[in-house]
């Protein structure tokens, strides 16, 4: 059974680095073909994606956020973590991580997701 | 890439039948078969519902099922109970360094 749960801080200062925390289980990170991808929805608006992490450590990163992110993984501890640079009240959502299997096109399995505030 | 439009909400009885769309561009629904579906209830993980258009999950109910025609993707929920009452959520794949792009949601209330 694979599960997924995001941790991290629910409240951040603008400017301030957000690090967010995937732990998973029901599958490993080392193995071929497996990723990770993080997705995040404002409120009222739709979901974005934002970060995807393969088992051989290649990363994707959305374009118009690609300076501000880095994703990270830690196979040892089934982790994987997102980092995000000076934040902003815009970048105020709900952060979710995922499940995806390279040669598919979907996320097949996501985390209840982690509501993250920006403001002072 | 643009976020993909579905209708804000739709409603229906028991037993009823709705199509919930999911509109993009040449770019990506379009472009790929790769448009897939997704259920949440507020306070759980969303649950993907269709891949592939028109592909179900092993476990998915066969009331739900998904199609496209041209840079519109569709999702049809047969025999409506209310357990499916939840948000629904469509995505493509792009092919782009945007790898996928999200629609806003679709608020499905079961009268």
């Known amino acids: 059974q694979i599960t997924l749960k995001e941790s991290g801080p629910t409240l951040v200062k603008p400017t301030q680095t957000l690090t967010l925390t995937c732990t998973f289980s029901?599958?490993?990170?080392?193995?071929?073909?497996?990723?990770v991808g993080w997705i995040r929805q404002p409120p009222g608006k739709a979901l974005e994606w934002l970060a995807l992490i393969y088992w051989d450590d290649d990363k994707r990163y959305s374009p118009s956020l690609k300076s501000r992110l880095t994703i990270t993984k830690d196979t040892s501890k089934n982790q994987v973590v997102l980092t995000v640079t000076n934040m902003d009240p815009v970048d105020t959502a709900t952060y979710y991580c995922?499940?995806?299997?390279?040669?598919?096109?979907?996320?097949?399995?996501w985390g209840q997701g982690t509501l993250v505030t920006v403001s002072s | 890439q643009s976020a993909l439009t579905q209708p804000a909400s739709v409603s229906g009885s028991p037993g009823q039948s709705i199509t919930i769309s999911c509109t993009g561009t040449s770019s990506n629904v379009g472009a790929y078969n790769f448009v897939s579906w997704y259920q949440h209830h507020p306070g759980k993980a969303p649950k993907l519902m269709i891949y592939d258009v028109s592909k179900r999950p092993s476990g998915v109910s066969n009331r739900f099922s998904g199609s496209k025609s041209g840079n519109t993707a569709s999702l049809t929920i047969s025999g409506l109970q209310a357990e499916d009452e939840a948000d629904y959520y469509c995505s493509s794949y792009t092919g782009s360094s945007t790898l996928w792009v999200f629609g806003g949601g679709t608020k499905l209330t079961v009268l």
């Open positions: 029901g599958f490993s990170l080392s193995t071929s073909g497996v990723a």
């Open positions: 995922a499940h995806h299997w390279g040669g598919t096109y979907y996320f097949d399995y």
